[in-house]
């Protein structure tokens, strides 16, 4: 048999909008590459989107409508929610219905979900997890330029002579992006980054900012200053295409020399300088920026200081100059361009009467929506206060992913009618839900998205659809067309909803928006299917010509904030983000057992002089409290966080974990701007948690919910599950969650030790090991007699017969080397680089994702060796 023809797709994860080439080997099996072909990556994948082919297997998937906790037909699903929307729209308006959507819809389901909301329902109440992403940089790029438009491109990566990177951890967020700045700077770039945090991606940098959170205007504005005095204003570009309000330059003035700066960023006066002459020098430069930056309550500001210092050194548009907000999700980019947030109409167009005139011309729809709609933290406040009679999320998970999530749950919880489509069964929205609907996961849907910088590629499907799961667009229109609206929704395909989409970019535009897709709709629908990517708005405003009435962009007035000092009670701050191998609230990523290898447990990186102070250890359980709630997370103590500043992740849920539940910490305060939440700065405080006991479980399959105890974090690997937990009291309790099966067990009394393990025909079916003061054996192997054909006589032992050697902690998963063999390696083979490691032991030759890891541990190593 010839094996079948790769299809061309893009990656479910990140914005960085990787094109990937799939060669689909069995019902649900594929094989995973990257495109050679595709632009964003040129052929190659981090670990994420490596590893997509073991997400695409069927478990824990939703493959059937639900109403309440009984399945039902499409028809009555549908109908129920037609009517549902229909009645409160009819009892209380249109403005007491909601749509909550997400960067995760392809650009077709967006468009349709924005049409019926905006044009036909006649509410802007449609908003969208990106508002809780990249809301702040919509906001800054409309105040300066006039239009939300991101100008820059992957091409400016390749042209640069120096990187600033703001509150981004590019090398585990945007992997790939990284991988190109790393190609640069070994041709001789120079990369600055700016974070709190040491992370990976400031450990390689040239120049780490550690500053203090929230800090990041005066530290533009610094820049400004200091290009200011040192001749690298570019007057003429100024001159020619940017407004200046008056008092700008006195404004700037104040407060913004090297010292005064250094003081209240909290870094060295020779640092910071060292940075501002950098850039002086480097007319050339990118400064890509994230949610450091936007997930801020001066985002909007924080974004415009960046621009600021862009424009007015003449960098942007032109090649490997630019400020390079990049996104997050596959298709946030697609989102802003349909005009999914509720601060957007459509297409780049806001709430102007002559906008709104024109959308609804070109959509001949009975209605459209007058005003802004509410943006995510006031809708969820607006369905806590009850006037919010009827919710339909779409692909996101709030209850996990908004700030101050208890109060969002109990919101979710009082709202009469809440519609969820999902992929998963089983998510923690979910649970709230009336109606759960099954949409089309990746792999399996068509469409179109947009990465961050304007690529647009296609999504192919790669599997039939599952069970009864919809395509998003398919729902949608289906809601719709019951709701009363059949022709404007009669769609048949994406195809025909692209066309659309096209249309409308350039309907009545003349130039006045650079988002215009004027070919997008010719060749029909083959044309759609061979779709090539292809890049929307050229290099924008490299004619000087911004999409403002006067045609001239915008330097913004942005002052720092006052940075609030400890609170008593509070006395530290909480900072959080994500991990380099898990995607958000994990529905799919934690399904792969070589990505749980990165980081298996939810963490709270804590400063050793504060762990010191409290009694907190190392591996030790530490509860995070903050004014809206407290989680329990394994603490890691590390010189990579400032003092008095915590670190968590965002992706541990209730079907994950008992800890680890970071969205219920955050304040929900959000910018004046662009309503987007401060995630990244929550008074907090930490204290260590005693456990009497330890313990892991390994399972074939799972359990179906968290061991209720102290402690307890769901990890995959291969054949089943590994539970780590921790608690106080009777673990005999725990002991019940074995399954039946031939029990052997060793116990140790004085220890407090329990070894029990579950057989069935000789294989290892279930294991359970509990210590209250020694230690427990490392997991790998025990994980591996879960797939061997015979248990071995030494398994309580929990090692193998014969010594053999731990190999330490995955570093590297694709080729699965473990940290030990990595440092026996560097020593023994005298190692001095990170492609000679690869050499030895194939370590970081394949996606790279783990190359800044080995970077560190080759430091390490020799700077250990040095010590002696
Ligand atoms: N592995 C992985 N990759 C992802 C995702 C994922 O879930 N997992 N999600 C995707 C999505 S949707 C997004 S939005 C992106 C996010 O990508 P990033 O923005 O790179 O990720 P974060 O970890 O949220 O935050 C970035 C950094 O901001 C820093 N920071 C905090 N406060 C400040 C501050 O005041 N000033 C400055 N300068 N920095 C600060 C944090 O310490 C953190 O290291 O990642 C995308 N890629
Ligand atoms: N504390 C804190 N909170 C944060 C952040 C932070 O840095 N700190 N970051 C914020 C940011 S930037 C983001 S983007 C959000 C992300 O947060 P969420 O959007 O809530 O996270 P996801 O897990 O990506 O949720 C996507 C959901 O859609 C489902 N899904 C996947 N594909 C499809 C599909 O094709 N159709 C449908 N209908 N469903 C699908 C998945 O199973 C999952 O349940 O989190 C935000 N929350
Ligand atoms: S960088 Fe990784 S997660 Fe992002 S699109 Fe590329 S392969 Fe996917
Ligand atoms: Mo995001």
Redesign the pocket.
Known sequence: MTSPEPIRTTCA????GCGIRATVAGPREVRIEGDPDHPANHGRL?S?GTHLGETVGLEGRLLHPMIGMKRASWDKALNLVAKRFRDAVAQHGPNSVAFYVS?QLLTEDYYVANKLMKGFIGSANIDT?SR???SSAVAAHTRAFGEDVVPASYDDLDAADLFVL?????A????IVYQRVRARCEAGAKLVV????R?E??EEADLHLP??????VA?MNGLLQWCREAGAIDQDYLDAHVAVPNDFWDKLGEGSDLWSVARVCDVPPSDLRRFYELFAANPRTVTL????????ISGTD?GNAIINVHLATGRIGKPGAAPFS????PN?MGGREVGGLASTLAAHMDFAPENRERVQRFWASPSIAEKPGLKAVDLFRAIDEGRIKALWVMATNPAVSMPDAGRVRDALAACPFVVVSDVMERTDTGEFAHVRLPAAAWGEKDGTVTNSDRTISRQRALFPLPGEAKPDWWIVKEVARRMGWKTPFAYDRPAEIWREHCRLSTYQNDGARVFALPNGGAGGNSAYETMEPHRWGGMPFADGRYSTPDRRARLVPVTQRPLQGPLADWPMTL??????????TMTR?GLSPKLARHREEPLVEVHPDDAAALGITDGGLARVATPQGESIFRASVTDAQRPGEL?TP??WTDRTSTGGRTGLLPRPLTDPFSGQPG???TPARIEPVAAEWRAFLIVTGDLPAPPKCLWATRVAIPAGTLWEMAGNGDILRIEKLLPAGERVEAVDPARGTRRVAILREGRLAAALFVTRTGELPPREWLIAQLSAPQVAPTLLAGRAPGAQPDRGAVICVCFDVGLNTIVAAIRDQQLTDVTAIGAALQAGTNCGSCRPALARILADTRQEAVNG
């Open positions: 994860y990140c914005g960085v981090c994420k960067g997890n809780l992403c990249m703001v509150g981004s951890n590019t585990w967020c945007h992997p700016i974070d709190p945090r992370t991606t400031a500053i203090r959170p929230g800090s990041d530290l920026f994230s949610q450091g930056v936007n997930q801020s924080q990049i996104t997050g999700q946030a900072n959080t983000g994500r991990y380099r191998d898990q995607w958000h990523t670190f965002i992706h995630f990244k700065l």
